[in-house]
């Protein structure tokens, strides 16, 4: 199979292909920000189903849980979430605090290994596949970003990205055509939402991740969840 066939296709083609190949062992590792949401309805349009699952950390915002209800709701699909291993959240809190990835690139990364990459390596030892709502537009990080990929990050599975090359205007356009729900803080002028305490609103032209640890520069501006291959 040549991976790189699957730059022509489109979203839909590529999800259908991922449910005929993988069924329930590809999962969407969905944090419900627009481009989740936007999977999680075109996957509602097409015959079959994979797994969905998102990380809670802990830390998220209350609009995260209430769009992750209405998902559930709207479509009526099963959300598995992973949480964080409750004794290494312990003893983060107890030596560091609470808000220790302010601190330094090492501490916030040590966060986001516990809440987050511990986390999903759990999810996917269960899968064969994940899919996620990655862009290549949605910053330095993610310029390479291919739309089926071998996951050397994770013993080679396999990384979909059906969303790879759509631009900010098309997911704003499916949503609205296609009334989709979206998370609210959307609307307060947050683009990229991750855990509460590392995203804040970013102003009119500025970078859409530049809400995302606004304390860091732009190379560092990934929790590790999606590392370079
Ligand atoms: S985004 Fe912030 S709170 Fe969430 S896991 Fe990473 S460092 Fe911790």
């Known amino acids: 199979m040549n991976l790189n066939n699957f730059e022509s296709k489109s979203a839909q083609e590529i999800l ?23 999977l999680i309805d075109l996957l509602s349009k097409l015959e079959g189903e994979v797994t969905i699952f998102t990380l809670d950390t802990g830390r998220l915002h209350e609009e995260t849980y209430e769009v992750m209800e209405r998902a559930r709701s709207k479509y009526g699909i099963t959300i598995t979430a992973y949480f964080p291993d409750k004794t290494g959240i312990e003893i983060l809190q107890k030596s560091k605090g609470f808000f220790s990835f302010r601190e330094s690139i090492e501490n916030r990364k040590e966060c986001c290994t516990i809440r987050k990459i511990d986390p999903l390596n759990r999810a996917l030892s269960r899968l064969d596949a994940w899919i996620t709502g990655l862009r290549r537009d949605q910053g330095l990080t993610r310029v390479d970003v291919k739309k089926v990929a071998e996951d050397e990050n994770h013993n080679t599975m396999i990384k979909i990205n059906p969303l790879a090359d759509w631009s900010l205007a098309m997911v704003e356009e499916y949503i609205k055509t296609n009334d989709v729900p979206v998370n609210a803080l959307h609307k307060k002028n947050y683009p990229s939402i991750g855990c509460a305490p590392c995203t804040r609103s970013v102003d ?26």
């Open 204 to 229: 009119k032209g500025e970078d859409i991740r530049s809400g995302r640890w606004w304390w860091e520069n732009a190379e560092h501006k990934e929790c590790g969840l999606h590392p370079k291959n």
């Open 16 to 38: 259908q292909w991922t449910i005929s190949t993988y069924g329930k062992k590809a999962g969407l590792a969905s944090s419900f920000g627009m481009e989740d949401m936007i």
